[in-house]
């Protein structure tokens, strides 16, 4: 893949899917062999299917969910994100009740892509931050 087709599809996953709430648009940009190496949700189903109950669920805790991007850093196989994750926390966030706090967490990930799809994604997130950001820590 080109650099500027990587940089497409890393645009599309963030505005259309994390930030909009597209899920579709993950059917067309997320591989069915897609793994999935995030330590806070170990395990979850391969492809597309694994990863919309995940955004969902940030989704319906932070309704107004926004990722900034910060940096990126374009292969032709890989691509790295440094990002803000924004939000206010007015729904249930893996049993945790809203606390009605904004919260900005910073997040660096990587993406594989092949064949137009990413098939792997690794990311560090700063959840301590984002616990003391929501009073829970």
Known sequence: MSIKENTAIIESYFNDVWNNGKLEVLDKIISPEYINHNPGSPNPEKGP???????????????????????????????????????????????????????????FQIEHIKGGKIIEHWRQSDDMGMMKQLGIS
Do not use: W, Y
Request: with cysteine.
């Open 49 to 107: 299917e694994g990863l919309k109950p995940i955004i969902q669920a940030l989704r319906s805790a932070f309704p107004d969910l926004k990722f900034e991007i910060h940096d990126l850093v374009v292969c032709e196989d890989k691509v790295a994100i440094r990002s803000t994750m924004h939000g206010t926390h007015l729904g249930d966030l893996f049993g945790m009740s809203a606390t009605k706090k904004k919260v900005a967490v910073n997040q």
